[in-house]
């Protein structure tokens, strides 16, 4: 109802704190990462978190830190989920099988996969590294996997995709769809003959000596079936996971210390992964100017240096892997706070470069703690408007006694807005991150925003139908006094003359026992 501008004055990407002791800049170290990360945890009150910094093919550091939502703490081996950082993994899996010459990148899918089909006759052309690059055409806007109800296996998810259309012709757009890599995940246990958790075993976290690290088909398969936590008013709030389907696309748990070894491989440090494959999986595709290679983005950081980077979002943890080419170092972060209301994975990791790269500590934090303290005044201040609302309906429809019944309803649309917005909150999230997901996600998200918007359309609602019910009681003392009374016209009495001037007996008798109110 009120003070959307104000959220708006409240957004935006991080906030600034004056930090308790800025680290040391230039070279990062294990004491210098320590320093950063508990000061970082002091500001910002996050839960838990792992790091893990490698630097060529040396281990810089691997730690945890704070605790789980089991309220264990959380240590170098402490496992944690992924996310979306999984999507490397699976690239790699199915690079592997590329260089065995077991599947051709640029084969159709159906050639490995004959149970993949959509609805839409366009997907007998995506292609398998289609797929990896996410420009297969599928899209959350024409397939909004997340509101659907989750399949428990990787068969089951392909099967998901038979009614499923395509958004644009494969290979011409890059649209960022978890299903490209449950796709993929299901391809590579096919072609492989085996299941897929057993294949990167075999195929990818073994050989990286990665011995901690798994893969899971869904969120309660995740250590604390995925728990964790949310960040709202300035809190954070312990919150269980929903059943998501995960493998594939991010279910991959793993550990600090094995992070370090992925890094490690990644950056090329010894022979651990072909040249060929890891520049395969690293350059982006350049399809209509996108970024993305095969589970990584190519980009720069803010002091311009080359830099590749995944990040991952469940409702309860957040993730970021990042790789900066020119000083060989990899960084790998996952904390257990849900996606936007605590981007602390991706926060931390920008801290962390600014260190390497020499600049001041910028004492950054989650933007929804600034952002949440004036969504709840405005929050506290639509359920107030919406109160006094209700308490002047009466005077209201009192003043509106002699119109045509239509006038005063027409007054009371605009009371709808909130109640419209509201409702489609999600969907407006939706289009602005081009991924689907309900209200209930937004609980998660961004609770603060979801807490205005309802009070917003509560207290509308409220006004609308206290003053309705008043306008008809108005209306019916009028009627037992004079009559027959047309609602549409407004014209009332017997003879069905207009009386605008007078009232009935009730009705002075009901606004003479009425209190005094002030004039709305």
Do not use: C
């Amino acid at each position: 109802m009120a003070g959307l501008a104000g959220v708006l004055l409240a957004l935006g990407t991080t906030t600034a704190h004056a930090s308790a002791a800025s680290p040391r800049p230039g070279d990062l170290s294990a004491s210098t990462i320590d320093d950063y990360m508990r000061d970082y945890v002091e500001r910002t009150g996050l839960p838990g978190a792992i790091v893990a910094v490698t630097k060529g093919d040396r281990v810089v550091h691997t730690a945890g830190y704070g605790h789980t939502a089991d309220h264990e703490t959380i240590t170098k081996a402490t496992p944690m989920p992924l996310a979306s950082v999984s999507k490397s993994f699976t690239a790699l899996a199915v690079l592997r099988l590329s260089d065995e010459r077991k599947i051709n990148l640029d084969a159709p899918v159906r050639t490995y996969l004959s149970e993949f089909a959509m609805a839409d006759p366009r997907a007998a052309k995506i292609t398998v590294r289609q797929l990896l690059q996410q420009t297969s055409g599928m899209s959350d806007m024409s397939f909004p996997e997340l509101t659907l109800p989750a399949p428990d296996t990787l068969k089951d998810a392909v099967a998901m995709l038979r009614t499923a259309p395509l958004a644009t012709e494969p290979g011409t757009k890059m649209a960022y769809h978890n299903p490209n890599y449950a796709v993929a995940a299901r391809l590579t246990e096919v072609v492989a003959g085996v299941p897929f958790a057993d294949y990167m075993n075999a195929a990818v976290f073994r050989p990286l000596g990665m011995t901690s690290t798994t893969t899971v088909n869904t969120t309660g398969e995740l250590p604390g079936q995925g728990a964790g936590y949310i960040r709202a008013y300035d809190r954070v709030i312990e919150r269980s996971h929903p059943k998501w389907f995960l493998n594939g696309a991010f279910g991959v748990v793993s550990t600090a210390d094995d992070l370090a070894k992925w890094l490690i491989a990644q950056n090329g440090a010894g022979s651990a992964l072909p040249e060929k494959t890891l520049k395969t999986a690293q350059t982006a595709s350049g399809v209509a100017g996108s970024t993305y290679g095969m589970g990584w983005y190519t980009g720069k950081t803010s002091g311009g240096a080359p830099q590749l980077q995944h990040t991952g979002w469940l409702l309860t943890h957040n993730s970021a892997q990042t790789l900066l080419p020119a000083s060989r170092y990899g960084i790998a972060v996952v904390t257990n706070t849900g996606m936007i209301s605590g981007d602390d994975a991706l926060l931390i990791t920008n801290g962390l470069i600014d260190i390497i790269e020499g600049r001041p500590d910028a004492g950054a934090a989650p933007f929804t703690m600034t952002a949440d303290p004036w969504l709840a005044g405005l929050s506290v201040l639509n359920l107030g408007l919406g109160a006094l609302g209700v308490r002047r309906a009466r005077r209201w429809a009192r003043r509106r006694e002699g119109l045509a019944a239509w006038r005063p309803l027409v007054r009371l649309i605009p009371y709808s807005a909130p109640i419209v917005f509201f409702f489609g909150l999600a969907d407006l999230i939706g289009f602005a991150m081009h991924r689907a997901g309900t209200l209930e996600q937004i609980t998660y998200v961004w609770l603060a925003l979801y807490a205005w918007a309802a009070t917003a359309a509560l207290a509308a609602a409220a006004v609308i139908v206290s003053r309705f019910v008043h306008l008809v009681r108005v209306r019916n003392l009028r009627v037992r006094s004079n009559g027959s009374f047309d609602l549409f016209s407004g014209r009332h009495g017997r003879d069905g003359s207009p009386d605008r001037g007078k009232r009935s007996p009730l009705v002075r008798q009901a606004i003479k026992e009425e209190p005094s109110l002030p004039q709305a």
